[in-house]
């Protein structure tokens, strides 16, 4: 456990974190977030993503502070990988009480009218089949072991008006739905599947990411996001985290299925 934290809300357990990598930019993403926070609790964390420089960087602030972490290179956007992935967790950390799904994709999206069927084809394979294969993999070894718990980076998107988002949308709905399709049929396996909505946060994907593309300021982008939320600001990475770290933790142990936003009251302005 990290020096300083004595909760210990992970404590013994052992965490994967899928994503756990993120883009460049001034903030942090929710998957390194989501990696520090649950180190700090206790959890021993294997960090997997295919850009090996930045999710080594994540395992170097991990280890930085006191936790434990192991590193995966991996893409997972084939069976054969996520197949990979489950077996090699397994062997790593000897038991997988909590898989955590951070990776997403956007680039390229567009109205429906104008979207380019390869880009629809990248977008769900990531966000909504690779998700399904992830734990398609992991829940035979949570099953056998007797529990667990899944946290899925679904998005506000998925519910609400999405401008010109069309895969991302179809594929965060995706995602709601196969959360919960997996709590249902493995409740009575002792396996919890929550799905967590973030809303317009200031994270580099979402932020320096646009403000490369468009060519704007990072300042301008994020406050034209930030005016969007009831509360009058972007989220941050951590606000992720924390919400992961709940349902991640014994003290949801009664609660699967949820789709939780943490979004400033944006889905409170729905209909």
């Known amino acids: 456990m990290i020096a300083g934290m004595s909760d210990g809300r992970l404590a013994n357990k052992t965490a994967v974190i899928v994503g756990a990598g993120q883009t460049e930019g001034e903030t942090i993403g929710n998957g390194r977030a989501t990696a520090l926070v649950f180190a700090r609790e206790g959890a021993r964390v294997l960090l997997v993503d295919r850009d090996e420089p930045s999710v080594r960087e994540t395992a170097r602030l991990v280890a930085e502070?006191?936790?434990?972490?192991?590193?995966?290179v991996l893409d997972i956007a084939?069976?054969?990988a996520c197949r990979t992935l489950a077996s090699s967790a397994q062997?790593?950390?000897?038991?997988?009480?909590?898989?955590?799904?951070?990776?997403?994709?956007?680039?390229?999206?567009a109205a429906p009218h104008r979207l380019e069927e390869e880009v629809w084809d990248r977008i769900l394979d990531v966000n909504a089949k690779a998700m399904w294969l992830t734990c398609k993999h992991?829940?035979?070894?949570?099953?056998?072991?007797g529990g667990g718990a899944i946290v899925n980076i679904s998005s506000v998107a998925s519910l609400a008006a999405a401008g010109n988002l069309t895969a991302y949308k179809v594929s965060k709905a995706a995602v709601n739905a196969l959360t919960h399709t997996l709590a249902i049929t493995n409740a009575r396996h002792g396996i919890r599947v929550n799905a967590?909505?973030?809303?317009?946060?200031?994270?580099?994907?979402?932020?320096?990411?646009m403000a490369r593309a468009t060519g704007q300021a990072r300042e301008a982008v994020a406050d034209a996001r930030a005016q969007l939320v009831p509360m009058g600001h972007q989220g941050t990475a951590w606000d992720v985290a924390h919400a992961a770290l709940y349902l991640a933790s014994d003290e949801a142990a009664f609660v699967t299925g949820v789709l939780l936003p943490v979004d400033?009251?944006?889905l409170a302005r729905v209909g």
């Open 65 to 72: 502070q006191g936790g434990d972490a192991e590193v995966m």
């Open 78 to 80: 084939t069976e054969d």
């Open 91 to 109: 062997e790593t950390l000897g038991h997988v009480d909590v898989l955590h799904n951070n990776v997403g994709i956007g680039a390229g999206d």
């Open 138 to 145: 992991v829940v035979p070894i949570m099953r056998e072991q």
């Open 196 to 209: 967590v909505l973030p809303g317009l946060m200031d994270t580099p994907m979402a932020v320096d990411a």
């Open 264 to 266: 400033g009251g944006q």
